[in-house]
């Protein structure tokens, strides 16, 4: 069994040291509340010596009948004695809470803030492998076990220590012989604490996943709540959280029981100590060892490590529970970012970028994207990107913003390759309209400006608007730009969302535009406004337009396009009608279908 708790030990140690350097930032804190809680402790030790000096006194009056007047003031004193140490004892509790809780409630900021800005940092790959449900949870009920053992699992364990020290050693010094047996029952205490919490751990582990799992199932059913109903599904769904909850139900009714069986043992095994105190020291009295006080204040101490001995059990839940939550939260924290930032800082877009022999495959699938693309995109060019769905469009975009890198070839911007610049500062550069449009759960005006909320006017945002053409849709809003979108833009139509995202990106003012098949949402119509708009828009600036119309890249300086991951065909529109190749049965299929839905 020590071998066993020697390695569960090591194991807890290993996964809470990442906590030390929070420890260490409010080592001032640590310190003052140790100090407290070794005060209120110290003053909790003179009451039971009052109450002995006490009962003591009462019965030499009741057997000596003498004392007059003279034992009602030793009582008197005795009463404000305890009365005065509890008050000292309460306000250095008061202040033991104030330092140690709110330092807990400081590393759970912290903790909670590094956690998040991990977050931000991880490359778009660790998203595809973890679903939002188990995020979340680390960041909330993995973060708030944690904090438990910061703050109260700290506190108790040397409210306990202190405890253990200061009441063992007066009982020592009152009477030894009564002291080894009061404590008689502790070890056998602790082998229940061990094997118990060893259960209460894996059973804390196994409702940590579920509630991961849980989590994420909900947070998927209300993201994808119109596709449920569409499908009439929730019936099904009702049917599979009533199972997740029961599981969920069962798990915590499992750990439940077995903190009922382990709390009222406790109570046994402390109530064991009570009466081997009276007896034995009745015994004692009897023979002329000790004295009544004596019995009482023993009784008192048993009392007084009631709840340290108690606590034990529970502190030790905690920092399992804690060190299981913080091995998940450590799993993430130690992953490192595949796409790293380069040290060049000043970069600003000059002459060209430039993608050598490109290629690239999504590591989580294995299929290959890019295949062998060499491109060119000149300041001030607009370059078309166009191909059937799966032709390696929006990767390409990807792999500029560096949302992935290429396992092979290198892109290069004015003649450096972009893993040199720094990520942030490169990135600025860009204004980029996704494919997948997101909006926040905020007003309009806060969407557009999301680049730089305090740097973008109102004025600009407007502007941004008429280029989009949007403006005179969210001018038929009650609220106007204050009109809030809802979670993901789920108030306004397709084409809208996509419009204001258009609108985003240009009031950025950035040296670099993309448009990933952004005008998929619109009728022609509106296509060709937005179009017009934004030729005026990139007159001066480099842009690359993504899209599987050839309406939308028609007017570009040269059309690249792609097919299963290669470049297949290139050039102007004319030229590449021409060639009679894949870029014209496009144009052509497309025309026949413009047709048709005029028909």
Not at 112 to 127: A, G
Not at 142 to 149: C, L
Not at 168 to 184: D, E, H, K, P, S
Not at 525 to 537: D, G, Q, S
Request: net charge neutral; with cysteine; proline share 2%.
């Amino acid at each position: 069994m020590g071998i066993l708790f020697y390695f569960k030990f090591a194991h807890i140690v290993k996964s809470l040291k990442a906590i030390n350097k929070y420890f260490r930032k409010y080592k001032w804190l640590v310190g003052w509340g140790a100090i407290f809680v070794f005060l209120a402790n110290y003053y909790s030790v003179y009451p039971a010596q009052a109450l002995r000096d006490a009962i003591d006194a009462v019965t030499e009056y009741v057997a000596n009948e003498e004392g007059g007047t003279g034992i009602y003031l030793r009582l008197i004193w005795f009463t404000g004695a305890i009365i005065g140490f509890s008050l000292l004892r309460g306000i250095f509790m008061f202040f033991m809470r104030q330092t140690l809780i709110v330092m807990s409630r400081r590393i759970e900021k912290d903790m909670k803030n590094e956690i998040f800005d991990h977050y931000q940092q991880l490359s778009t790959s660790f998203y595809k492998q973890n679903n939002t449900g188990d995020l979340m949870n680390r960041i909330s009920e993995d973060v708030s076990r944690v904090r438990m053992y910061t703050g109260p699992a700290v506190m108790y364990a040397l409210n306990t220590l202190f405890t253990f020290i200061l009441v063992i050693g007066a009982m020592f010094r009152v009477n030894a012989i009564l002291t080894w047996y009061v404590i008689l029952p502790l070890p056998l205490l602790s082998v229940l604490m061990y094997y118990v919490n060893d259960i209460i751990n894996k059973k804390s582990e196994a409702i940590q996943e579920q509630l991961s799992s849980l989590t994420s199932f909900v947070q998927e059913s209300i993201s994808g709540i119109r596709l449920v109903k569409a499908f009439a599904r929730e019936s099904v769904l009702n049917a599979q959280m009533q199972a997740q909850i029961v599981d969920y139900r069962e798990k915590q009714l499992s750990l439940a029981r077995t903190d009922a069986l382990y709390f009222p043992v406790n109570l046994l095994l402390i109530g064991l100590s009570t009466l081997i105190t009276i007896y034995v020291g009745g015994i004692q009295y009897i023979r002329g060892n000790g004295s009544i006080g004596n019995i009482a204040e023993f009784v008192f101490y048993v009392n007084m490590l009631t709840w340290p001995v108690s606590s034990l059990g529970w502190v030790t839940a905690i920092v399992q529970r804690a060190a299981a939550s913080q091995k998940r939260i450590n799993e993430f924290l130690q992953t490192a970012p595949e796409v790293k930032s380069g040290t060049i800082h000043n970069f600003k877009f000059e002459e060209e970028l430039s993608l050598n022999n490109i290629t690239f495959s999504f590591e989580d699938s294995g299929v290959t994207a890019l295949k062998n693309i060499n491109l060119k995109l000149e300041k001030g060019k607009v370059i078309g990107i166009t191909g059937a769905t799966g032709s390696g469009k929006t990767s390409l975009a990807q792999l500029l913003l560096r949302l992935y890198d290429p396992q092979s070839g290198t892109i290069t911007a004015d003649g450096i390759n972009i893993q040199e610049y720094n990520l942030q500062n490169y990135r600025r550069q860009y204004g980029y309209v996704p494919q997948d449009v997101f909006l926040f759960s905020e007003d309009i005006r806060n969407n557009i400006a999301f680049a730089d909320e305090k740097n973008i006017s109102a004025t600009v945002v407007e502007e941004s608007a008429r280029k989009a053409a949007v403006y005179e849709n969210i001018m038929e809003f009650e609220k106007q730009f204050d009109t809030v979108v809802g979670e993901r833009g789920i108030t306004l139509s397709g084409g809208q969302k996509q419009r204001i995202s258009i609108a985003r990106a240009l009031a950025k003012d950035p040296s670099i535009l993309i448009f990933d098949d952004c005008l998929s949402a619109v009728d022609a119509a509106t296509e060709r406004e937005i179009l017009m708009a934004l030729k005026r828009v990139i007159k001066d600036k480099t842009a690359l337009i993504i899209s599987h119309r050839v309406s939308s890249v028609q007017l570009s300086d040269e059309i690249i396009v792609l097919h299963h991951g290669e470049i297949a065909e290139r050039g102007t529109h004319d030229e590449l009608i021409l060639n009679d190749g894949y870029y014209n049965q496009m144009y052509l299929h497309q025309l026949q279908e413009e047709v048709v839905s005029k028909v």
